[in-house]
């Protein structure tokens, strides 16, 4: 299947969501039903409906739910059905109100091992939107999902994205001093290898600990250029705040729908996977599960039957 005909046949299938679920569409959508090519959009003022809510809830439960990712931190598309980060909440921020996030812990991932290794998954160390603060870098990275502890695991979540998150440097103009061309050489008379090191950002100085890839020499292309996002959350997983360095208590989750020809064998996504993973000193850090998975495991459960059957609806999950 083509990316263009996987999003089409998921577009198609949020227009019928919109008929199913909002017949006083005015009142929610910047549009009526028109599958042209672009999936509805809440209104601003409506864009927490685009979160799966059971109406079950308590107010104060509802709230919870919503303040698991605050207005300021929703990302520029989150009032569109196909936002990846209204998904992840609708699913974690459900099971995390109803003190189900248990549920994560029986999961293995594709390689039939733990998926989220020996962390215990709760309430109180489970967080969406999660700062980190310690890379130096002039804007934060904030995580899809985090688990804090002794064992940590950082959680990238990918829905219809064509790919798992590239380096910005590549994509600015030329003109800009910050430009890079996609390698780990030193240009612009620059100092450093990296245009972001060159602003003291510290990827470079942990790559090395996790990774078979050097800091030290000329690299081509640059193995961050397509691979960034993952390289980052592994960073976070594995690097602590003070700067220790522990490949061992930590590891990485990339949660994707096995739907989306980027996940599959020749796709972006899953090429950028098997590329970090290769390099990793220990592959296990970084593990990936479909959001089949979960909500096929989540079918099982007590309590969820409302969520798994609006995700059915609406995502075909």
């Given at each position: 299947m083509k990316i263009s005909d996987y999003r089409k046949a998921l577009i198609a299938r949020f227009w019928e969501y919109q008929k199913e679920q909002f017949s006083d569409w005015q009142t929610y959508f910047e549009r009526p039903f028109s599958p042209d090519g672009r999936p509805p959009v809440f209104e601003k003022h409506t864009a927490n409906h685009n979160v799966l809510m059971d109406p079950s809830l308590s107010p104060s439960e509802q709230q919870e739910l919503l303040?698991?990712?605050?207005?300021?931190?929703?990302?520029?598309?989150?009032?569109?059905?196909?936002?990846?980060?209204?998904?992840?909440?609708?699913?974690?921020?459900?099971?995390?109100?109803?003190?189900?996030?248990?549920?994560?812990?029986?999961?293995?991932?594709?390689?039939?091992?733990?998926?989220?290794?020996?962390?215990?998954?709760?309430?109180?160390?489970f967080s969406m939107e999660y700062e980190v603060d310690f890379l130096g870098e002039p804007r934060p990275t904030n995580l899809d999902g985090f688990i804090s502890g002794d064992y940590q695991v950082a959680i990238e979540c990918k829905f219809a994205e064509t790919e798992v998150g590239t380096c910005s440097r590549p994509r600015l103009k030329k003109r800009d001093p910050d430009y890079c061309d996609g390698t780990y050489t030193r240009q612009r008379d620059r100092g450093e290898r990296c245009s972001l090191t060159e602003i003291h950002v510290r990827y470079w100085r942990y790559v090395p600990v996790l990774f078979t890839w050097r800091n030290d020499t000329d690299l081509m292309p640059c193995p961050l250029y397509s691979n960034y996002q993952l390289v980052r959350n592994l960073l976070a997983a594995c690097i602590r705040p003070d700067g220790t360095r522990s490949p061992e208590t930590g590891h990485m989750v990339l949660i994707y729908d096995e739907r989306n020809p980027a996940f599959q064998m020749g796709g972006r996504g899953f090429t950028a996977y098997e590329e970090t993973r290769a390099a990793l000193k220990v592959p296990s850090l970084i593990r990936k599960c479909s959001w089949q998975r979960i909500t096929g495991h989540l079918r099982n459960k007590a309590r969820l039957e409302w969520l798994c059957e609006q995700l059915a609806q609406k995502y075909g999950l």
């Open positions: 303040d698991e990712i605050p207005v300021s931190a929703r990302h520029r598309w989150f009032r569109s059905m196909r936002s990846s980060q209204a998904l992840a909440q609708s699913i974690f921020g459900n099971l995390k109100v109803r003190g189900c996030l248990h549920y994560l812990g029986e999961l293995l991932d594709e390689s039939g091992g733990p998926l989220f290794g020996s962390a215990e998954v709760t309430s109180e160390n």
